[in-house]
């Protein structure tokens, strides 16, 4: 069974650090990958997803993700934190069934961020 | 494009009572999946419906069921209110091109059972 985990619940960053936000997963096949976030009282938006393109994804936002297989992690990352960054971010897997078609879409607890000036 | 429309956005409702929640998805998506939010328990899978049929299913009481309509919109509704069932209901749509399945989140109903 596929599952994520984020480390960090709650992470803090200065305006203008580096942001990094954790995630690692398990599943039994290479999966699909996904950031997501979530501003109060709102959905979710997609910020990035890793579909074996590319091991570098770039999202919107000024946001990337690197997919590495053998440490099965799929890290956040923005080198310089915005105030307008602060949200709650999702990171999900959703895994291929071998007889085709997608596993359900399964999120992380989610990782807190909080953008200090 | 509109994006994924949700109502109502907030409800509130009692303990036994039932409540239907309304998701309209991204015009030309035909697969309808739904969420549960809660503090405790985070983001937990409730089903996902494609061409009206149900495709694949998390792990909640028989009394939570969907259903899709042929224009794909879709509802779900829970019978016999607990109030643990109050929580932010999100619903997303995905395209059948799409081969990695992208899902695309309405803005949720927040349904509070007294």
């Known amino acids: 069974a596929q599952s994520v985990t984020q480390l960090g619940s709650h992470v803090s960053v200065s305006e203008g650090a580096l942001v990094l936000l954790r995630c690692n997963y398990s599943?039994?096949?290479?999966?699909?990958l996904f950031w997501y976030v979530q501003y109060p009282n709102q959905g979710l938006q997609l910020l990035l997803k890793?579909?074996?393109?590319?091991?570098l994804v770039k999202g919107i936002n000024g946001f990337e993700a690197e997919f590495k297989k053998s440490e099965t992690s799929f890290h956040l990352t923005k080198p310089s934190a915005h105030m307008s960054d602060a949200a709650e971010y999702f990171c999900?897997?959703?895994?291929?069934?071998?007889?085709?078609?997608?596993?359900?879409?399964?999120f992380g607890k989610g990782t807190k961020l909080t953008v200090n000036p | 494009k509109a994006g994924v429309t949700q109502t109502p956005r907030y409800l509130i409702k009692t303990r036994g009572q039932q409540v239907t929640l309304s998701c309209s998805p991204i015009?030309?998506?035909?697969?309808v999946s739904w969420y549960q939010q809660t503090p405790g328990q985070g983001l937990q899978f409730l089903f996902e419906y494609f061409s009206e049929t149900q495709r694949n299913k998390g792990n909640f009481p028989g009394r939570f069921s969907g259903r899709q309509f042929s224009n794909s919109r879709s509802e779900m509704n829970v019978s016999t209110l607990e109030l643990g069932d109050s929580a932010l209901y999100l619903c997303?749509?995905?395209?059948?091109?799409?081969?990695?399945?992208?899902?695309?989140f309405g803005p949720g109903t927040r349904l509070t059972v007294l």
């Open positions: 997303a749509s995905s395209s059948y091109t799409d081969y990695t399945d992208t899902q695309y």
């Open positions: 999900a897997v959703r895994g291929i069934k071998t007889q085709g078609g997608s596993e359900k879409l399964v």
């Open positions: 890793y579909t074996s393109a590319a091991t």
């Open positions: 599943s039994s096949v290479p999966p699909y």
């Open positions: 015009s030309g998506h035909r697969s």
